[in-house]
């Protein structure tokens, strides 16, 4: 998964941020900065999720018009780095079967 880069922001643009996220400069302000955080974090997945729902439905009009014999996959046809790039870290395989093998005798189980 890719850094994320520190930006510098006011306390302008975080409470721009917080009227993103339908929040009043009086609830923004009576709750901890960890409540404040979640609720960027759901309102950047409800848009994810968004984006992810365009791009099924304009895949489903160029499936249905397409003369191609092999169409493009939807990530190649419309690639959204959050959601496609974060697939394939999921894939990944932490532990090989002898690792995990290894790891089960250590703690004896079988």
Known sequence: MKKKSLIELS?????VRAAECGLRPNE??????????????GNEKKELNEWARTR???Y???????SEKSPKSIKSFWHIP?????EVEE????LTD???????KLYGVN
């Open 11 to 15: 306390w302008d643009d975080i409470l």
């Open 82 to 86: 959050a959601i496609d790039d974060l």
């Open 28 to 41: 923004f302000w009576d709750m901890t900065w960890k409540d404040f955080s979640i609720i960027v974090m």
């Open 98 to 104: 002898d690792q995990l093998a290894r790891t089960l």
């Open 60 to 66: 489903i009009i160029y499936l249905s018009s397409t």
């Open 56 to 58: 099924n439905l304009a």
């Open 91 to 94: 894939e990944k395989v932490m």
